[in-house]
């Protein structure tokens, strides 16, 4: 078994209360630091049907979760190690209309996710947009949630509706944001506080605020080259930011394994 830096590992979910506002960009490149900064890494791709990690990144997925549960693979042969030196899980890579049995599709992942804790230091699940089964799946397992927040009006509406649910629920649950498509820092930093002075007057909540991706040409090219902007260009300023967003997660990583979080048991949501 491979030697992982820390003790424990440190899980992540990545949520959005509406699509396309840069989840699985902020997942590989946020993994492809953390390698960078010295940790095990693992990225596993909870997006069913709609997965798109392996395509930004150019690789080819050898099996996928919805393999395992269907037995035609096991969970060793679902485990791709990239190019940026972290290990890809792919939940499935098509939809399928037939599967829809959440409990053994769980059961799959809750495999998976026990070996990857085993081997690394940080995974990230990059979620489906908005409230679905998957995303409290993984938020539930997570140690905290990352929400990705944008500054429309209408996607701030959307993430606040998504974590009430969340809160609703486990009114502590651990979130920190990250603002995408931001000018600058000052722009980033006043979208959040938007969105927390509707959280603080409904919900009696403030989110940390974990870093910002500026929006940027770069960014949309490295989709069209599925090569990642943190591997394309190492020395701009996109790729500071996402270092400074990696470095803010290992601090609080480390602060979690000296007091850490739990939320609701594995029990309680292979249960639903
Ligand atoms: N900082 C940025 N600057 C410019 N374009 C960006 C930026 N972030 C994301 N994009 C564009 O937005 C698109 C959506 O990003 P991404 O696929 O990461 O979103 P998502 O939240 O994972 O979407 P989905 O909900 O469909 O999974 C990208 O293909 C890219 O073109
Ligand atoms: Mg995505």
């Known amino acids: 078994m491979t030697k992982s830096k820390f003790n424990q590992c440190f899980i992540v979910a990545i949520a959005s209360g509406k699509g396309g506002v840069g989840k699985s960009i902020a997942t590989v490149n946020t993994a ?16 069913l049907g709609l997965s798109n990690c392996a395509a930004l990144l150019n690789e080819s997925v050898p099996a996928t979760v919805m393999d395992i549960k269907k037995g035609r693979c096991d969970v060793e042969d ?3 190690k990239t190019q940026g030196d972290f290990t890809l ?4 890579d098509e939809p399928e209309s037939d599967v829809l049995d959440w409990s053994e599709l769980y ?5 998976v996710l026990r070996k990857l804790r085993l081997e690394n230091d940080f995974i990230l699940i990059d979620t489906p947009a908005g409230a679905s089964d998957l995303s409290f799946w993984a938020l539930d397992r997570a140690d905290m949630g990352v929400l990705v927040v944008v500054g429309e009006p ?16 486990d009114p502590t649950y651990p979130f920190a944001a990250v603002v995408n498509f931001a000018e600058d820092e000052n722009e980033a930093q006043n979208v959040l506080e938007r969105f927390n002075t509707i959280v603080r007057h409904f919900m009696n909540r403030e989110f940390s605020y974990l870093g910002y991706i500026p ?20 020395e701009h300023q996109v790729t500071k930011e996402l270092e400074y967003i990696a470095s803010a997660l290992v601090g609080i990583s480390k602060k979690n394994e000296k007091n850490p979080v739990t939320t ?7 249960n639903q």
């Open 78 to 80: 679902v485990m791709l």
């Open 264 to 270: 609701s048991t594995e029990a309680e949501v292979s």
């Open 215 to 234: 929006l940027d040409d770069l960014v949309r090219n490295s989709v069209t080259d599925q090569f990642p902007v943190v591997r394309a260009h190492p």
């Open 154 to 169: 209408t996607a701030i509406s959307d993430v606040y509706r998504f974590c009430k649910f969340v809160l609703d629920v």
């Open 107 to 111: 059961t799959s992942l809750d495999q």
């Open 89 to 92: 899980v792919t939940g499935a």
């Open 32 to 47: 492809e630091m953390l390698v960078r900064l010295g940790y095990k890494v693992a990225v596993v791709d909870a997006d």
